[in-house]
Protein backbone atom coordinates (compact mmCIF):
# COMPACT_ATOMS: atom_id res chain seq x y z
CA UNK A 1 0.00 0.00 0.00
CA UNK A 2 1.41 3.26 -1.04
CA UNK A 3 0.99 5.86 1.14
CA UNK A 4 0.01 9.16 -0.42
CA UNK A 5 -0.65 12.88 0.51
CA UNK A 6 -4.74 13.67 0.75
CA UNK A 7 -6.68 15.77 2.88
CA UNK A 8 -6.58 14.80 6.43
CA UNK A 9 -9.80 13.70 8.38
CA UNK A 10 -8.11 14.96 11.63
CA UNK A 11 -9.16 18.59 12.70
CA UNK A 12 -6.43 19.11 14.83
CA UNK A 13 -4.54 20.61 11.99
CA UNK A 14 -5.35 23.37 9.80
CA UNK A 15 -9.63 22.58 10.03
CA UNK A 16 -10.82 22.52 6.52
CA UNK A 17 -14.49 23.48 5.90
CA UNK A 18 -15.58 20.07 4.33
CA UNK A 19 -16.82 17.36 6.52
CA UNK A 20 -14.66 14.44 5.04
CA UNK A 21 -11.99 12.56 5.58
CA UNK A 22 -9.94 10.91 2.61
CA UNK A 23 -8.34 7.44 3.13
CA UNK A 24 -5.41 8.23 0.73
CA UNK A 25 -3.89 9.67 3.54
CA UNK A 26 -2.86 6.67 5.15
CA UNK A 27 -3.61 4.85 8.22
CA UNK A 28 -5.15 7.72 9.76
CA UNK A 29 -5.43 7.71 13.72
CA UNK A 30 -9.55 7.51 13.94
CA UNK A 31 -10.49 4.16 15.20
CA UNK A 32 -14.14 2.76 15.42
CA UNK A 33 -16.20 2.08 18.33
CA UNK A 34 -18.46 -0.34 19.35
CA UNK A 35 -20.27 0.95 22.17
CA UNK A 36 -24.21 0.78 21.92
CA UNK A 37 -23.56 -1.34 17.88
CA UNK A 38 -26.83 -1.98 16.14
CA UNK A 39 -25.55 -4.72 13.55
CA UNK A 40 -25.90 -3.72 10.24
CA UNK A 41 -27.30 -6.32 7.28
CA UNK A 42 -24.74 -5.44 4.79
CA UNK A 43 -24.73 -8.83 3.19
CA UNK A 44 -27.93 -8.41 1.59
CA UNK A 45 -27.27 -5.05 -1.17
CA UNK A 46 -27.08 -6.10 -4.85
CA UNK A 47 -30.04 -7.76 -5.67
CA UNK A 48 -31.40 -3.92 -6.11
CA UNK A 49 -29.52 -3.20 -9.37
CA UNK A 50 -27.34 -5.99 -10.67
CA UNK A 51 -24.70 -5.79 -12.94
CA UNK A 52 -22.01 -2.91 -11.73
CA UNK A 53 -18.56 -4.93 -10.97
CA UNK A 54 -17.57 -2.73 -8.06
CA UNK A 55 -21.48 -3.06 -6.43
CA UNK A 56 -20.35 -5.96 -4.65
CA UNK A 57 -18.19 -3.36 -2.18
CA UNK A 58 -20.79 -0.58 -1.53
CA UNK A 59 -21.79 -2.32 1.67
CA UNK A 60 -22.97 1.24 2.84
CA UNK A 61 -26.13 0.34 0.68
CA UNK A 62 -27.57 -1.79 2.64
CA UNK A 63 -29.91 0.54 3.66
CA UNK A 64 -31.79 0.36 0.44
CA UNK A 65 -32.98 -2.89 0.14
CA UNK A 66 -36.64 -3.64 -1.05
CA UNK A 67 -36.43 -6.58 -3.00
CA UNK A 68 -38.44 -6.66 -6.22
CA UNK A 69 -38.85 -2.43 -5.81
CA UNK A 70 -35.49 -0.95 -6.70
CA UNK A 71 -34.91 3.01 -6.28
CA UNK A 72 -33.98 4.99 -8.79
CA UNK A 73 -35.06 8.67 -8.04
CA UNK A 74 -35.59 9.12 -11.73
CA UNK A 75 -37.33 12.24 -12.08
CA UNK A 76 -35.72 13.79 -8.96
CA UNK A 77 -33.05 16.52 -9.48
CA UNK A 78 -30.21 16.68 -6.62
CA UNK A 79 -28.22 19.90 -6.35
CA UNK A 80 -24.77 19.34 -4.91
CA UNK A 81 -23.16 22.10 -3.50
CA UNK A 82 -19.40 21.40 -3.19
CA UNK A 83 -16.12 21.84 -4.74
CA UNK A 84 -17.64 20.93 -8.50
CA UNK A 85 -18.40 17.45 -9.93
CA UNK A 86 -15.89 16.39 -12.87
CA UNK A 87 -18.76 15.64 -15.54
CA UNK A 88 -16.19 13.84 -17.30
CA UNK A 89 -16.65 10.45 -15.33
CA UNK A 90 -18.54 8.00 -17.58
CA UNK A 91 -20.43 6.89 -13.97
CA UNK A 92 -21.58 10.46 -14.14
CA UNK A 93 -21.83 12.19 -17.47
CA UNK A 94 -25.32 10.36 -18.16
CA UNK A 95 -26.62 11.79 -15.33
CA UNK A 96 -24.95 15.74 -15.06
CA UNK A 97 -27.18 18.42 -15.96
CA UNK A 98 -24.78 20.88 -17.20
CA UNK A 99 -27.53 23.65 -18.25
CA UNK A 100 -28.16 23.88 -14.61
CA UNK A 101 -24.97 23.93 -13.35
CA UNK A 102 -23.22 27.00 -11.85
CA UNK A 103 -20.03 28.14 -10.23
CA UNK A 104 -20.41 31.06 -7.17
CA UNK A 105 -16.94 31.65 -6.69
CA UNK A 106 -15.16 34.75 -7.10
CA UNK A 107 -12.59 36.96 -5.62
CA UNK A 108 -9.94 35.29 -3.89
CA UNK A 109 -11.52 32.36 -4.01
CA UNK A 110 -10.09 32.27 -8.01
CA UNK A 111 -6.88 33.23 -7.09
CA UNK A 112 -6.42 29.81 -5.51
CA UNK A 113 -8.49 27.83 -8.81
CA UNK A 114 -8.05 28.52 -12.15
CA UNK A 115 -11.18 27.04 -13.25
CA UNK A 116 -13.07 28.66 -10.38
CA UNK A 117 -15.88 29.43 -12.70
CA UNK A 118 -16.31 25.89 -14.36
CA UNK A 119 -18.94 23.80 -12.29
CA UNK A 120 -17.36 20.50 -13.87
CA UNK A 121 -13.89 21.14 -12.44
CA UNK A 122 -13.22 19.95 -8.87
CA UNK A 123 -9.86 20.46 -8.04
CA UNK A 124 -10.53 19.25 -4.67
CA UNK A 125 -12.48 16.23 -5.23
CA UNK A 126 -15.01 16.45 -2.76
CA UNK A 127 -18.14 17.25 -5.19
CA UNK A 128 -17.13 13.73 -7.48
CA UNK A 129 -17.09 11.99 -4.40
CA UNK A 130 -20.77 12.85 -3.25
CA UNK A 131 -22.22 13.06 -7.01
CA UNK A 132 -21.12 8.93 -7.20
CA UNK A 133 -23.05 7.91 -3.89
CA UNK A 134 -26.13 9.48 -5.52
CA UNK A 135 -26.34 9.11 -9.13
CA UNK A 136 -23.50 6.77 -10.45
CA UNK A 137 -24.36 5.07 -13.54
CA UNK A 138 -25.85 1.35 -13.75
CA UNK A 139 -23.79 0.55 -16.77
CA UNK A 140 -21.78 -2.43 -16.18
CA UNK A 141 -19.05 -0.50 -15.37
CA UNK A 142 -17.94 0.29 -11.68
CA UNK A 143 -20.23 1.01 -9.04
CA UNK A 144 -24.08 1.83 -8.25
CA UNK A 145 -25.58 4.95 -7.30
CA UNK A 146 -27.82 5.07 -4.42
CA UNK A 147 -30.35 7.16 -6.82
CA UNK A 148 -28.99 6.80 -10.19
CA UNK A 149 -31.88 8.00 -11.85
CA UNK A 150 -31.87 11.09 -10.19
CA UNK A 151 -30.59 13.85 -12.05
CA UNK A 152 -27.44 16.08 -10.25
CA UNK A 153 -26.85 19.73 -10.83
CA UNK A 154 -22.73 20.91 -9.40
CA UNK A 155 -23.23 24.33 -7.58
CA UNK A 156 -19.57 25.15 -7.13
CA UNK A 157 -19.59 26.73 -4.03
CA UNK A 158 -15.85 25.72 -2.75
CA UNK A 159 -12.42 26.45 -4.18
CA UNK A 160 -9.64 23.76 -4.70
CA UNK A 161 -8.86 23.90 -1.03
CA UNK A 162 -11.83 22.79 0.36
CA UNK A 163 -13.12 26.89 1.89
CA UNK A 164 -16.72 27.82 1.66
CA UNK A 165 -17.63 31.25 2.01
CA UNK A 166 -20.97 32.46 3.52
CA UNK A 167 -21.39 34.01 0.08
CA UNK A 168 -21.12 31.64 -1.98
CA UNK A 169 -23.10 28.95 0.01
CA UNK A 170 -26.21 31.62 0.52
CA UNK A 171 -26.02 32.18 -3.48
CA UNK A 172 -26.03 28.60 -4.58
CA UNK A 173 -28.97 27.56 -2.13
CA UNK A 174 -31.29 30.40 -3.16
CA UNK A 175 -30.01 29.54 -6.91
CA UNK A 176 -31.33 25.38 -6.02
CA UNK A 177 -33.99 26.78 -4.84
CA UNK A 178 -35.07 29.29 -7.89
CA UNK A 179 -33.83 26.11 -10.42
CA UNK A 180 -36.78 24.49 -8.40
CA UNK A 181 -34.68 21.49 -7.52
CA UNK A 182 -35.93 18.49 -5.42
CA UNK A 183 -32.70 17.94 -3.15
CA UNK A 184 -29.88 20.08 -2.38
CA UNK A 185 -26.65 18.12 -0.57
CA UNK A 186 -24.16 20.12 1.12
CA UNK A 187 -21.14 18.13 3.03
CA UNK A 188 -19.23 21.34 4.54
CA UNK A 189 -19.52 23.81 7.18
CA UNK A 190 -19.31 27.41 6.24
CA UNK A 191 -16.14 29.43 6.92
CA UNK A 192 -14.20 31.16 8.19
CA UNK A 193 -15.89 30.15 11.53
CA UNK A 194 -16.66 26.56 13.15
CA UNK A 195 -18.86 28.17 15.89
CA UNK A 196 -20.85 31.46 15.26
CA UNK A 197 -21.15 33.63 17.80
CA UNK A 198 -22.69 36.96 18.79
CA UNK A 199 -21.19 36.68 22.63
CA UNK A 200 -17.90 34.84 22.45
CA UNK A 201 -15.88 36.33 25.10
CA UNK A 202 -12.40 36.69 23.22
CA UNK A 203 -14.12 37.96 19.61
CA UNK A 204 -13.81 41.32 18.76
CA UNK A 205 -16.75 43.60 18.03
CA UNK A 206 -15.85 43.44 14.29
CA UNK A 207 -15.61 39.62 14.65
CA UNK A 208 -19.06 40.10 16.08
CA UNK A 209 -20.45 41.63 13.50
CA UNK A 210 -18.85 39.71 10.67
CA UNK A 211 -20.27 36.36 11.95
CA UNK A 212 -23.49 38.09 12.50
CA UNK A 213 -23.78 38.84 9.34
CA UNK A 214 -22.60 36.08 7.35
CA UNK A 215 -25.11 33.31 9.53
CA UNK A 216 -28.10 35.74 8.10
CA UNK A 217 -27.02 35.26 5.22
CA UNK A 218 -26.78 31.39 5.40
CA UNK A 219 -30.02 31.33 7.84
CA UNK A 220 -32.26 33.47 5.21
CA UNK A 221 -31.14 31.60 2.32
CA UNK A 222 -31.74 27.92 4.02
CA UNK A 223 -35.38 29.35 4.96
CA UNK A 224 -35.73 30.71 1.33
CA UNK A 225 -35.25 27.29 -0.31
CA UNK A 226 -37.19 25.78 2.46
CA UNK A 227 -40.30 27.96 1.69
CA UNK A 228 -39.62 26.88 -1.69
CA UNK A 229 -39.92 23.29 -1.63
CA UNK A 230 -36.67 21.86 -1.52
CA UNK A 231 -35.47 19.32 0.55
CA UNK A 232 -32.38 20.47 2.31
CA UNK A 233 -29.65 17.64 3.56
CA UNK A 234 -25.99 18.28 5.22
CA UNK A 235 -23.54 16.66 7.15
CA UNK A 236 -23.14 17.12 10.55
CA UNK A 237 -18.90 17.34 10.82
CA UNK A 238 -16.22 15.42 11.46
CA UNK A 239 -14.34 17.19 14.95
CA UNK A 240 -16.11 14.60 17.17
CA UNK A 241 -17.92 17.69 18.75
CA UNK A 242 -20.47 18.17 20.92
CA UNK A 243 -22.69 20.88 19.11
CA UNK A 244 -25.07 21.54 21.97
CA UNK A 245 -22.33 21.68 25.07
CA UNK A 246 -19.23 22.75 23.26
CA UNK A 247 -17.55 25.61 24.87
CA UNK A 248 -14.05 26.00 23.47
CA UNK A 249 -13.93 26.14 19.56
CA UNK A 250 -9.89 24.85 18.21
CA UNK A 251 -11.12 24.78 14.24
CA UNK A 252 -11.74 28.50 14.14
CA UNK A 253 -8.32 29.21 15.10
CA UNK A 254 -6.58 29.93 11.90
CA UNK A 255 -9.08 33.25 11.01
CA UNK A 256 -9.31 34.10 14.91
CA UNK A 257 -5.64 34.18 15.72
CA UNK A 258 -6.50 32.98 19.04
CA UNK A 259 -5.77 29.83 19.61
CA UNK A 260 -8.37 27.51 21.50
CA UNK A 261 -11.36 30.00 21.64
CA UNK A 262 -13.59 30.30 24.16
CA UNK A 263 -17.09 29.97 23.30
CA UNK A 264 -20.65 29.44 24.28
CA UNK A 265 -23.35 26.60 24.11
CA UNK A 266 -25.68 28.87 22.34
CA UNK A 267 -22.68 29.16 19.22
CA UNK A 268 -23.99 27.48 16.56
CA UNK A 269 -22.28 25.32 13.30
CA UNK A 270 -23.71 25.92 9.94
CA UNK A 271 -25.35 24.57 8.07
CA UNK A 272 -25.54 21.45 10.73
CA UNK A 273 -27.74 23.03 13.24
CA UNK A 274 -30.25 25.09 10.86
CA UNK A 275 -34.13 24.17 11.73
CA UNK A 276 -34.37 24.00 7.77
CA UNK A 277 -32.17 21.21 7.16
CA UNK A 278 -31.53 17.05 7.53
CA UNK A 279 -28.60 16.72 9.82
CA UNK A 280 -26.75 13.33 9.34
CA UNK A 281 -24.39 11.81 11.49
CA UNK A 282 -21.52 9.05 10.35
CA UNK A 283 -22.07 5.48 11.73
CA UNK A 284 -19.84 2.97 11.05
CA UNK A 285 -20.59 -0.60 9.18
CA UNK A 286 -21.07 -2.26 12.98
CA UNK A 287 -23.79 0.53 13.68
CA UNK A 288 -21.81 1.91 15.99
CA UNK A 289 -21.31 6.12 15.65
CA UNK A 290 -17.87 6.73 13.93
CA UNK A 291 -15.61 8.42 16.01
CA UNK A 292 -15.13 11.32 14.09
CA UNK A 293 -18.99 12.06 13.66
CA UNK A 294 -20.41 15.11 15.65
CA UNK A 295 -23.21 14.49 17.35
CA UNK A 296 -26.16 17.29 19.19
CA UNK A 297 -29.80 17.73 19.57
CA UNK A 298 -29.51 18.77 15.77
CA UNK A 299 -28.57 15.08 14.40
CA UNK A 300 -31.65 14.03 12.69
CA UNK A 301 -30.51 10.85 11.34
CA UNK A 302 -27.58 8.72 10.72
CA UNK A 303 -25.89 6.24 8.01
CA UNK A 304 -22.73 5.03 7.27
CA UNK A 305 -19.64 7.20 6.58
CA UNK A 306 -16.99 4.71 6.93
CA UNK A 307 -13.99 3.80 8.67
CA UNK A 308 -10.45 4.12 8.08
CA UNK A 309 -7.49 1.73 7.67
CA UNK A 310 -5.84 0.69 10.76
CA UNK A 311 -3.09 -0.94 11.44
CA UNK A 312 -1.89 -3.57 14.30
CA UNK A 313 1.25 -4.28 15.44
CA UNK A 314 3.97 -4.23 13.77
CA UNK A 315 2.22 -2.61 11.16
CA UNK A 316 0.01 -5.30 9.78
CA UNK A 317 -3.19 -4.40 8.31
CA UNK A 318 -6.19 -4.88 10.74
CA UNK A 319 -8.49 -2.96 8.71
CA UNK A 320 -7.98 -2.33 5.09
CA UNK A 321 -9.05 0.69 3.01
CA UNK A 322 -12.48 -1.52 2.20
CA UNK A 323 -14.20 0.37 5.33
CA UNK A 324 -14.48 3.16 3.57
CA UNK A 325 -17.11 4.52 1.15
CA UNK A 326 -16.32 3.68 -2.25
CA UNK A 327 -16.93 6.24 -4.71
CA UNK A 328 -16.20 7.99 -7.92
CA UNK A 329 -12.77 9.87 -8.20
CA UNK A 330 -11.74 12.40 -10.64
CA UNK A 331 -8.80 11.31 -12.42
CA UNK A 332 -6.74 14.69 -13.08
CA UNK A 333 -7.35 14.72 -8.90
CA UNK A 334 -5.98 11.41 -8.82
CA UNK A 335 -2.95 12.43 -10.90
CA UNK A 336 -2.17 15.20 -8.64
CA UNK A 337 -2.31 13.47 -5.57
CA UNK A 338 0.10 10.71 -7.29
CA UNK A 339 -2.34 8.37 -6.53
CA UNK A 340 -1.63 6.48 -10.71
CA UNK A 341 0.92 5.56 -12.38
CA UNK A 342 2.16 6.57 -15.61
CA UNK A 343 0.11 4.41 -16.99
CA UNK A 344 -3.03 5.22 -15.67
CA UNK A 345 -3.05 2.57 -13.35
CA UNK A 346 -3.37 2.88 -9.74
CA UNK A 347 -0.59 2.95 -7.44
CA UNK A 348 -2.44 2.27 -4.38
CA UNK A 349 -4.84 -0.42 -3.48
CA UNK A 350 -6.92 2.57 -2.08
CA UNK A 351 -7.65 3.15 -5.40
CA UNK A 352 -9.49 1.21 -7.87
CA UNK A 353 -9.90 1.34 -12.11
CA UNK A 354 -12.32 0.15 -14.41
CA UNK A 355 -11.08 0.48 -17.69
CA UNK A 356 -12.99 -1.01 -20.71
CA UNK A 357 -11.87 -4.04 -22.27
CA UNK A 358 -12.56 -2.32 -26.12
CA UNK A 359 -10.95 0.94 -25.67
CA UNK A 360 -12.57 4.10 -23.96
CA UNK A 361 -11.49 6.11 -20.75
CA UNK A 362 -10.78 4.26 -17.88
CA UNK A 363 -12.88 5.11 -14.25
CA UNK A 364 -11.58 5.65 -11.32
CA UNK A 365 -12.83 4.83 -7.83
CA UNK A 366 -11.47 5.58 -4.31
CA UNK A 367 -12.42 4.84 -0.88
CA UNK A 368 -13.79 8.19 1.35
CA UNK A 369 -14.61 8.61 5.29
CA UNK A 370 -16.86 10.85 6.79
CA UNK A 371 -19.96 12.56 7.42
CA UNK A 372 -19.64 14.57 3.99
CA UNK A 373 -20.54 10.92 2.25
CA UNK A 374 -22.73 9.64 4.88
CA UNK A 375 -25.41 13.11 3.62
CA UNK A 376 -25.37 12.09 0.24
CA UNK A 377 -26.67 8.38 0.60
CA UNK A 378 -29.46 10.64 2.89
CA UNK A 379 -29.55 13.20 -0.20
CA UNK A 380 -30.72 9.96 -2.30
CA UNK A 381 -33.49 8.53 -0.35
CA UNK A 382 -34.66 11.70 0.01
CA UNK A 383 -34.41 11.95 -4.05
CA UNK A 384 -36.34 8.93 -4.21
CA UNK A 385 -39.22 9.93 -2.04
CA UNK A 386 -39.61 13.25 -4.06
CA UNK A 387 -39.51 10.92 -7.46
CA UNK A 388 -42.85 9.11 -5.41
CA UNK A 389 -44.14 12.61 -5.48
CA UNK A 390 -43.97 12.54 -1.37
CA UNK A 391 -44.02 16.24 -0.11
CA UNK A 392 -40.99 17.77 0.10
CA UNK A 393 -42.13 19.03 4.06
CA UNK A 394 -43.18 15.24 4.41
CA UNK A 395 -39.65 13.50 3.32
CA UNK A 396 -37.77 14.87 6.88
CA UNK A 397 -40.26 12.72 8.86
CA UNK A 398 -40.48 9.87 6.55
CA UNK A 399 -36.74 9.45 6.64
CA UNK A 400 -37.03 10.02 10.59
CA UNK A 401 -39.90 7.92 11.08
CA UNK A 402 -38.41 4.51 8.97
CA UNK A 403 -35.10 5.05 10.63
CA UNK A 404 -33.85 1.86 12.35
CA UNK A 405 -33.68 3.39 16.20
CA UNK A 406 -29.80 2.58 17.90
CA UNK A 407 -29.67 3.94 21.88
CA UNK A 408 -26.97 5.78 23.88
CA UNK A 409 -24.50 3.24 24.81
CA UNK A 410 -24.85 2.04 28.32
CA UNK A 411 -21.40 3.00 29.62
CA UNK A 412 -20.23 6.57 29.89
CA UNK A 413 -18.84 8.63 27.47
CA UNK A 414 -16.58 11.46 26.76
CA UNK A 415 -19.18 12.69 24.35
CA UNK A 416 -22.72 12.60 26.61
CA UNK A 417 -25.06 10.56 24.58
CA UNK A 418 -28.53 12.19 25.71
CA UNK A 419 -32.20 11.64 24.61
CA UNK A 420 -33.89 13.92 22.33
CA UNK A 421 -37.45 15.22 23.40
CA UNK A 422 -39.90 13.63 20.81
CA UNK A 423 -37.36 10.12 20.82
CA UNK A 424 -34.64 9.99 19.50
CA UNK A 425 -30.91 10.31 21.16
CA UNK A 426 -28.27 13.04 20.47
CA UNK A 427 -25.80 10.50 18.77
CA UNK A 428 -27.95 8.82 16.22
CA UNK A 429 -31.38 10.97 15.93
CA UNK A 430 -34.00 9.31 15.64
CA UNK A 431 -31.57 6.14 14.33
CA UNK A 432 -30.67 4.43 11.29
CA UNK A 433 -31.47 5.46 7.72
CA UNK A 434 -33.65 2.69 5.95
CA UNK A 435 -35.73 3.61 2.40
CA UNK A 436 -39.29 3.77 3.66
CA UNK A 437 -41.66 1.37 1.57
Given at each position: MVSIKAPACTPRRRRRALAACATLFLLLGAGSTTAGAASANSSSHGSLLPGDPLQSKQWYL???????????????????????????????????????SKSFLSGGSCNRDTACDDPTYDGFGHGTSVAGIIAAAVDGHGIVGAAPGARIVSLKAGDRTGTFSADAVSQAIRYGADEHLSVLVMSFTVDPWFRYCDNAPADTAEQRGEQKADLEKVTSALKYAADHGV???????????????????????????QGERPVTDQCVTMPAQS??????????????????????????????????????????????????????????????????????????????????????????????????????????????????EVPAGDVKKQLTTSATPISCPSEKQALACEPITGGGNTWYGAGALRLPR
Open positions: SWQNRPGSPSTGKGASVGIIDTGVDASHPDLAAAYDSASVLVTAAGNEAYDLDHGTSDPYSSGWSGDDVITVGAITEKGARSSYSNVGAALDIVTFGGEPPLAGPGGAVVQGPGSGILTTASADRLRELGALNDDGSPRTDEVLSDCPSGGGSCRYYWYQIGTSFAAPQVAAAAAELRSR
